[in-house]
């Protein structure tokens, strides 16, 4: 059994569950499978990959994954008894071979139902597929590589640099992913003085899977997803305010905390122009997950010194398939100028010396009518309807890339 607790999943989800279901409890979705990797063959393993989801569906929260929930001083304790009742459907989500050797992947029902199944299906995608092409894995080749990168981000003059783990959802496997998890944490330390904590300068930041931010000790990390600020399309009041409807919405709900704005569903320019004095102060920072981070970086400290908020007091965090050389190169560009966080998912949980599989799932339609994500990088948006992604890009003053 791939996954053996509802909790092994990222932070983001709870936290944007929890929002819907105070703000949106009746919302209905719809979210698709995609494969990047042109020519992977998934359809022969679409029996195990039923078993495995069917596994899933079987859990339910233990006492103790309901009482860390309730630690955390974000969640609310009538989020946490509704958990307490909480099993996935498998009636909401169908898997299905196609002719080409691909699979299709369809998740359809209300959104307080269907929400955690994103993470755990993904992982449950990916260890299938390498559990099958990699009968004997190369560990020793990985636990090379990870020791590399552990000696990459010690160098002299580092000590500030943090990174946490975002790779849940492409994992090579759950064992891999808690073992990798465990050294970084002995070896890069959590900067936790408790007695008992790990030795080390605190480099490793947390994770924003919640299981092992629990068995480790560690914090769990994350704010909002791409899906998030997608339903708003469908559940604000105007197609032009859903950014700052889900913004506000946000607030609504947290007051406050969790304050890391997601920049890129609409593409930067977009970001920026809903993103006015009141967000600037109001937010923590952002999240760049698309387009080019460095030129990223520059337009939102310029945008805060425009608004006349200080950068020092604002967290730009990077999560857009970095690598540990990338986020070394970014911290040294950034250090001083604002704080920095560092999200590194697939080149930190699936880096043996195999080609990742670049999979997602992403909301397609939010009470019957379509969304969508128009990225700053081609190729990471998605959408089932042409004719909605050129409106989307119209309203939204999105130049169409060439």
């Known amino acids: 059994m791939i996954i053996t607790s509802l909790l092994d999943t990222d932070l983001y989800k709870f936290t944007m569950m929890q929002v819907v279901l105070h703000q949106f409890p009746g919302a209905q979705v719809e979210y698709r499978f995609k494969c990047r990797n042109p020519g992977v063959q998934l359809a022969p393993h679409v029996a195990e990959i039923k078993a495995e989801i069917r596994s899933l569906c079987s859990l339910q929260f233990q006492d103790d994954e309901l009482a860390y929930l309730r630690s955390l001083r974000f969640i609310k304790s009538d989020f946490v008894d509704f958990l307490g009742l909480f099993r996935l459907n498998e009636k909401y989500i169908t898997v299905t071979p196609l002719p080409s050797g691909e699979i299709d992947i369809t998740i359809r029902g209300p959104w307080l139902h269907t929400i955690l199944f994103e993470i755990p299906v993904l992982a449950i995608v990916n260890e299938v597929y ?3 092409t990699q009968k004997v894995p190369d560990f020793p080749e990985g636990r090379q590589r990870l020791d590399d990168k552990i000696v990459l981000l010690q160098a002299e003059g580092l000590a500030e640099l943090k990174i946490a783990d975002y790779g849940t959802r492409r994992r090579f496997s759950r064992a891999w992913h808690e073992e990798l998890l465990r050294v970084l944490v002995a070896r890069l330390g959590t900067g936790d003085r408790r007695p008992g904590a790990p030795p080390g300068p605190g480099q490793f930041a947390g994770t924003s899977n919640v299981l092992y931010a629990m068995k480790l000790g560690v914090t769990p990390l994350g704010t909002m997803a791409h899906e998030y600020l997608q339903a708003c399309q469908a559940l604000g009041p105007r197609l032009r305010d859903s950014q700052v ?25 977009a970001f920026l122009r809903d993103f006015d004095l009141y967000f600037c102060k109001l937010f923590d920072g952002a999240r760049h997950d698309s387009g080019d981070p460095f030129a990223w970086g520059e337009r939102l400290l310029e945008h805060y010194r425009k608004n006349r908020v200080d950068p020092l007091t604002k967290t730009l965090i ?31 949980t699936n880096d043996l010396g195999y080609e990742p ?46």
């Open 130 to 132: 390498f559990r099958n």
């Open 318 to 348: 990077f999560s857009d398939a970095l690598t540990f050389p990338r986020t070394i190169e970014l911290y040294q560009q950034f250090r001083g100028r604002c704080q920095l966080a560092f999200g590194i998912g697939t080149n930190l």
């Open 357 to 402: 599989l670049q999979v997602v799932i992403k909301m397609t339609r939010c009470n019957g009518q379509p969304v969508a994500k128009v990225s700053d990088t081609p190729g990471k948006g998605m959408c089932d309807d042409e004719k909605y992604l050129a409106y989307l890009r119209q309203v939204f003053e999105i130049p169409s890339v060439p």
């Open 245 to 269: 409807f889900g913004f506000e919405m946000w607030a609504k709900e947290y007051r406050g905390d969790l304050g890391i704005a997601l920049s890129d569903v609409y593409g930067m320019s």
